[in-house]
């Protein structure tokens, strides 16, 4: 079984999205997932196969490829890695303030409103002016992938917006296919690194953690990119050799998998099997394919198929939630 089967409904992508009509109307994202009902609406809609279609197209460009791979960087993926660099400096300018509380440090709330503030300039310096008009509607779906300003909490949704946003630069042709590994291995991953900063330097809260019963606290999508990396690759196998810790140190540079168990090992402390139940019986697992489908099953039931999760999506004019047309 490949990873389009594990995903079901979403399609891998096989070719350029088709360009918008010169008349295409962008509109403001907004929530559409009201009830849980509504949840019936958006598994048949065209935003969850077009969401579920690219996580599997990147899935299989990285393919046993490690972050070291010489990969194509376009002109647009160095602005858009140049943006998140930005991003991430301006954690510089707000440094966490003392308070009572342990957890949430208020000083996320400024630095996010900054991101906030920044966004549109910092989109129209990284793309072509052509694509200004698609700001409006993109700019939101990356404010909201760093985290809740009033929880001053991160998780899967909000993991779920910057891929949601990588989608829409796919949308717009701003990127292409043969972006898509820089896509994963420079903006993906300076993403991650930007999430693990705040969540460090502000004490975030996971948003909705099952605790040690969750693969991870706050990310996902980097276990199922990242165990695609590992297939068919000799170095890491068996999986049970990924919680070794001359393997993690030797390896975690060049397989984000790794770099997510590095990370964790950092900021838990205990024994791994206690801590990170999930991810230790995944090292039981017989090969990277079957974890890799075995996550891909995981995300759409726990991730995409959770109300509280989705409540939170927002819908616009390029993931839309109206419903998906089934072809004759």
């Not at 089967?5 to 088709?18: L, Q, R, S, Y």
């Not at 929530?31 to 196969?49: F, G, H, Q």
């Not at 208020?106 to 906030?116: E, G, H």
Request: with cysteine; charged share 25%.
């Amino acid at each position: 079984m490949n990873a389009e089967c594990a995903f079901g409904d979403g399609a891998k992508v096989e070719k350029e999205a088709p360009s918008l009509p010169s008349n295409h109307r962008f509109l403001e994202p907004e929530k559409a997932v009201k009830t849980i009902t509504d949840m019936a609406i958006w598994e048949k809609s065209e935003a969850y196969m077009e969401y579920t279609g690219f996580i599997v197209t990147l899935n299989e460009a990285i393919r046993g490829k490690p972050l070291s791979v010489d990969c194509k960087i376009s002109p647009n993926i160095k602005k858009l890695g140049e943006l998140l660099d930005k991003i991430n400096n301006l954690i510089d300018a707000f440094p966490p303030i003392e308070q009572p509380q342990r957890f949430g440090n208020v000083a996320f709330k400024d630095w996010l409103n900054q991101v906030r503030l920044n966004s549109t300039p910092y989109l129209q310096e990284a793309l072509d002016p052509k694509l200004h008009l698609a700001i409006p509607e993109i700019k939101v779906y990356l404010e909201e992938s760093f985290g809740n300003s009033t929880r001053i909490d991160y998780g899967t949704g909000h993991e779920m917006s910057f891929i949601m946003f990588l989608c829409c630069l796919y949308k717009i042709s701003c990127l292409q296919l043969d972006d898509n590994v820089s896509t994963v291995f420079i903006l993906f991953n300076k993403y991650l690194k930007i999430a693990r900063r705040l969540q460090q330097t502000y004490r975030m809260e996971p948003a909705g953690s099952h605790g040690v019963w969750s693969l991870d606290d706050y990310q996902f999508v980097p276990f199922i990119w990242g165990s695609s990396q590992l297939i068919d690759q000799p170095r890491i196998y068996p999986p049970a050799k990924f919680v070794e810790e001359d393997i993690i140190e030797k390896y975690s540079n060049d397989y984000i998998f790794l770099s997510c168990i590095k990370y964790i090992k950092e900021v838990k402390k205990g024994p791994f099997a206690e801590h990170s139940n999930q991810l230790w019986s995944i090292s039981a697992v017989g090969s990277w394919a079957k974890i890799n489908q075995g996550l891909i099953k995981m995300y759409k039931k726990e991730v995409l198929a959770k109300f509280p999760v989705i409540q939170h999506v927002l819908f616009g004019s390029l993931l839309p939630i109206r419903r998906f047309p089934i072809q004759q």
